[in-house]
């Protein structure tokens, strides 16, 4: 069934350092990664998405890579601030046209200052 | 910046009771969604809504559960009956369009069933 796998659970990182998050997912025919961010109480609010069409996508500190054939997407945060410090959740678009989102299991971020 | 509203932020039912969770999509959008979110688990699709019917639905909204439009405005998910394992933050998402766009979620509505 459709699937998306995300690691690490939890990553815990020094101000200025770089984060990795790596998701994989499992219908060939998703065209559509959104990564979300998601605060204590909050709804997920997206920081940045990448279409099947591009292979990488930068945002300021924030980038996002594709690898298609692979299918795993990446992001990453570069210069971390104690204010990235949430919950992130990698997506892929569903099977049919609904536009449902499936999501990974979300990976805890903690930047120390 | 345009959000989606939704009430109230907690709820809390006895078992076996009915809730209606509200939600104010944006203006201009015509797909709607509720995701439910177990405390400290991944956030999952429950149904998408479109044109005044359901698209798509999950395993999980069985007949417990239900949706509407009922005014044209407001989005509505009930649920009849509820269980202990309803509780659960419920989020509701709307889009503009349903594919390669970004679905815009509310704040969510803690559902504690005792």
């Known amino acids: 069934g459709e699937n998306v796998e995300q690691h690490p659970s939890t990553l815990s990182v020094q101000e200025g350092d770089s984060a990795v998050i790596k998701c994989t997912y499992s219908?060939?025919?998703?065209?559509?990664f959104p990564w979300y961010k998601q605060e204590l109480g909050k709804g997920p609010q997206l920081i940045i998405d990448?279409?099947?069409?591009?292979g990488e996508k930068k945002d300021q500190r924030i980038a996002v890579t594709l690898n298609k054939t692979a299918k795993h997407f990446s992001l990453h945060i570069t210069e971390t601030q104690p204010e990235d410090s949430a919950v992130y959740f990698c997506?892929?678009?569903?099977?049919?046209?609904?536009?449902?989102?499936?999501f990974g299991q979300g990976t805890t971020l903690q930047v120390k200052p | 910046e345009p959000e989606v509203t939704q009430t109230p932020s907690h709820q809390v039912t006895q078992m076996g009771q009915e809730v209606i969770l509200r939600c104010v999509p944006i203006?201009?959008?015509?797909?709607f969604y509720w995701y439910r979110q177990i405390l400290g688990q991944k956030v999952e699709f429950l149904v998408s809504?479109?044109?005044?019917?359901?698209?798509?639905k999950s395993e999980i909204f069985d007949d417990q559960f239900s949706v509407e439009r009922p005014d044209g405005s407001n989005f509505t998910l009930k649920i009849r009956s509820t269980k202990l394992e309803d509780s659960a933050m419920y989020f509701c998402?709307?889009?503009?369009?349903?594919?390669?766009?970004?679905?815009?979620f509310g704040q969510g509505t803690r559902l504690t069933v005792v």
């Open positions: 219908d060939s025919a998703s065209n559509y």
């Open positions: 998402a709307t889009q503009g369009t349903p594919m390669n766009t970004e679905a815009f």
């Open positions: 203006s201009n959008h015509l797909y």
């Open positions: 997506a892929s678009h569903g099977s049919g046209n609904t536009g449902k989102l499936i």
């Open positions: 809504f479109y044109n005044n019917e359901i698209s798509e």
């Open positions: 990448i279409r099947s069409n591009v």
